[in-house]
Each structure stands twice: as C-alpha cells, then as structure tokens.
C-alpha cells in the first residue's frame, strides 16, 4: 500500500506481522540515517497514530538515480552497456532491465521501451544537482496543501 504524495510512503505488512514502511522525504544526495529514521518515524506516527512508541528495528537509506523525465534508460555508448535511473524502482526493475541489457550484449534485440528512449539533460544541469533542495521544498509545499 502507498499513498499518492509527492515524498510518497509505503507499507507492507511482513509475514511476522510486523509493518515495513519506506519512504523519501529529501532529494539530497548527503542523507544522513539518523535524521532520515527519524523523518519517516514521524511520518508512520502521523499516519498510524496508534503505533507511537513502538520501537523501529530497523532502517536503512540510499540514494535514487534519477533522470530529467523520471524514465529508466538502457542501452550503450561507446561499447559501454548502460541501465540506469529506475527513479526508486530499482528493485522491480534492475532484474528485468539487466536481462534486456544482456541480450544487447549478446547480440540480440531488446524489446524493452526504454532502449529507445534518449536521456534528457537540461541547459541548468552541469553534473551538480544544486536544484534539488529547490525542487524538494516544492515536493514539500504541494504534498501539504494537498
């Protein structure tokens, strides 16, 4: 289950019974564990009231590779095999598209979409993300007023 935010949540219940809950709620690529528990801590609260107090056992961050149109990208330059940009779905995906890229290498077609997508940049881009907060704090505004 997830809900429709733009720094979405998840949950699942595990086969113990207990609640896994993921989320994002930065686009910074230095994130720090900690604060990052914490955040998502408040926000499992906030959603289930009723779990205050109860202990996480666990958690773990990581970064998302994203791309300027939020599409993952396969294929190679300079005989150089690529997949990348999953956009936070990479465990979905990174099996699947590690298959097509595979067959590329081998020789075959992929009939995967994303080998014909060509990545997109933008004239602000030049390979520091300093945007991000930016787009953070907007992320941030309309999941409040939503």
Do not use: C
Request: neutral net charge; hydrophobic residues 40%; aromatic residues 14%.
């Amino acid at each position: 289950m997830y809900d429709t935010k733009w720094f979405l949540n998840y949950f699942r219940l595990t086969p113990d019974g207990r609640m896994s809950m993921g989320g994002r709620n930065d686009l910074s690529s230095g994130l720090d564990l900690i604060e990052s528990a914490r955040n998502l801590g408040e926000a499992l609260v906030r959603i289930f009231p009723q779990l205050k107090g109860v202990p996480i056992t666990h958690s773990w961050t990581g970064q998302l590779g994203l791309t300027f149109n939020v599409m993952p990208y396969i294929g190679q330059v300079d005989g150089i095999y690529h997949a990348f940009g999953y956009a936070g779905h990479g465990v979905a995906l990174s099996g699947y598209l590690g298959k097509e890229v595979a067959d590329l290498i081998s020789g075959q077609s992929s009939a995967s979409p994303f080998t014909r997508i060509s990545p997109e940049t933008s004239v602000f881009y030049h390979g520091r993300a300093w945007f991000l907060p930016v787009v953070a704090s907007y992320y941030r505004f309309l999941d409040a007023v939503s």
